[in-house]
């Protein structure tokens, strides 16, 4: 009996504390400035150099390019850019190694998918992907 007392009081007394759970698909969650989410990508910005294809520790990047058209410009243009998300580990590596800050990390982490085939995502996804974008990588 006395067990059950002691249940009840502490219920009792929890009831007016401030609620410490959050509403999760109706409210956003705060996540921390420095949260490692799903990658943006910016395909104009990109000198396809492969070093996010090099340094990736699972081999998730594929990026193909060919060269310019213009014969006045020099470099290589973007063909395609696409990310497996079944094995990135989001480790942020890629964007540290760009050296024109074309991919970069942002804050959202919803990518539940129904079948693994919906995860690899190309670069037109990538790109529109600009929701919740870090405060450091605005444009």
């Known amino acids: 009996m006395l067990g059950w007392t002691k249940g009840l009081a502490y219920t009792l007394k929890n009831l007016s504390k401030e609620k410490v759970t959050y509403d999760y698909p109706n409210e956003p969650l705060p996540l921390p400035d ?67 800050e074309a991919i970069v990390m942002t804050n959202n982490f919803e990518l539940s998918q129904y079948t693994r085939g919906e995860l690899y995502k190309d670069m037109a996804w990538l790109d529109a992907n600009d929701k919740n974008v870090r405060k450091e990588n605005k444009v």
Do not use: A, H, W
């Open 34 to 100: 420095r949260f490692r989410g799903i990658q943006k990508f910016y395909p104009d910005k990109c000198i396809v150099c492969n070093m996010c294809v090099n340094i990736c520790p699972t081999d998730c990047i594929s990026l193909t390019g060919k060269k310019n058209p213009d014969p006045e410009k020099k470099g290589k243009v973007i063909e395609t850019y696409d990310i497996n998300f079944e094995i990135c580990i989001l480790c942020d590596l890629c964007t540290e190694v760009c050296p024109t």
